[in-house]
């Protein structure tokens, strides 16, 4: 039986724009309007514009908001100050991700979770068991929030010129993940200074009412800064040049942060026995991600075909691994990939061999990420 696809605010204007949609994560998404290299070269020279609506927020409050996260999730919440954010994961008890978010802090007793989009409802699930016993209140406001990002090199100077006087500075100062309430085409919006992209760039978070107002203007806006409206796939091969993780592909319930190349993200300097911190320490304590199991790691093409998702990495005849996120990168040049190698195979300069429908192509190990923008 056929599933629909949800839609989000947007999406009438998407239509009208002509995008060619795909499923995400249950939604009907924008996968690219025209040419996804014309997108993910306007993100890297100018500025591209995404809705980014699909993805989920979760707003926890009270007393015991800071304490309570940081039993929930595997980092340090509590350090982080009012108007900062932090990347961090949900764990499983056996230590899997559940989930990697951001969580911005939006007071002293009030944070915003944003999980990844297929991932909301699970996570919010597990945020509201575990915040038994605690003075807190999870609530999820997915269904009514729209997120639009602007993201390259444009993006600031864009919205300064749809922000008034008084909020400009706010916006011209901000800090990579940093967020504040700033008034953005005559609304008021919870900016960020985050993304996926590898670009400077903004997020931001309004009601849905008000999602078509904010992308419409944003679009006008843009023109005149080169920006264009960029979909799915303009998004995955910005975020793979930055060696940005993809939820099922780098990440998942059967990989643990110390595979991921993540350890340095669960803190166990914190006090609170945070859910999946014996697993992880365990982990640790054997050495896994780092002298036994397998490893993520960057793979540079040596050739011209690029290794997708799935192909198998091998050396000398023996398979050592396994790509996860692959494709030729439009800003290099040359194919990359990411994939989990054995250790002993993982270290840069290893040369490898990635079974391309049968055929080997070689590619070489290196450290990640493999483009990061000049600032």
């Keep these: 039986m056929s599933t629909i696809s949800r839609h989000t605010a947007l999406h009438p204007q998407h239509e009208a724009l002509g995008a060619s949609f795909t499923d995400f994560g249950g939604w009907d998404m924008p996968l690219r309007y025209g040419s996804e290299l014309a997108e993910h070269k ?127 500075d706010a916006i011209r100062d901000m800090p990579y993940y940093a967020a ?55 998004r995955d091969s910005l975020r793979l040049e930055a060696g940005m993780p993809l939820y099922g592909n780098e990440l998942g319930l059967s990989i643990s942060p110390l595979q991921a190349s993540l350890g340095p993200v669960v803190s166990l300097k914190k006090e609170e026995r945070f859910v999946g911190r014996e697993a992880f320490e365990a982990a640790k304590a054997a050495g896994h991600g780092s002298t036994t199991g397998r490893k993520l790691v960057g793979l540079k093409g040596l050739g011209r075909r690029a290794a997708r998702q799935g192909y198998a990495v091998s050396k000398d005849g023996v398979v050592i691994g396994e790509v996860t996120s692959g494709q030729p990168s439009p800003t290099l040049g040359y194919p990359v990939a990411m994939a989990f190698l054995d250790v002993e195979h993982a270290e840069p300069g290893t040369v490898v061999d990635a079974d391309l429908r049968g055929k080997a192509e070689p590619f070489e190990v290196v450290a990640l990420p493999f483009y990061s923008r000049q600032k």
């Design 180 to 234: 504040a309430t700033v008034s953005i085409a005559g609304l008021s919006i919870l900016l960020a200074r985050t993304g996926y992209t590898g670009e400077d760039g903004f997020e931001l978070y309004v009601p849905n009412a008000q999602a078509g107002a904010l992308w419409d203007a944003v679009l006008a806006a843009g023109t005149e800064n080169g920006l264009i409206p960029a979909g799915l796939a303009a």
């Design 42 to 168: 306007a993100v890297r020279e100018a500025a591209g514009l995404f809705d980014l609506s699909h993805m989920g927020e979760v707003r926890v409050s009270g007393p015991d908001a800071a304490a309570f996260l940081n039993t929930a999730l595997a980092g340090n919440l509590a350090l982080v100050k009012v108007g900062k954010a932090k990347y961090s994961m949900i764990l499983a008890q056996d230590g899997g991700i559940i989930d990697d978010l951001i969580t911005y802090r939006l007071d002293q007793t009030e944070f915003l979770v944003v999980p990844n989009a297929g991932n909301a409802p699970v996570v919010f699930e597990a945020l509201t068991e575990r915040a038994a016993g605690f003075d807190v209140t999870v609530v999820n406001e997915s269904d009514e929030t729209s997120l639009v990002a602007v993201q390259g090199p444009a993006a600031e100077a864009l919205l300064l010129g749809l922000a008034p006087e008084s909020d400009q």
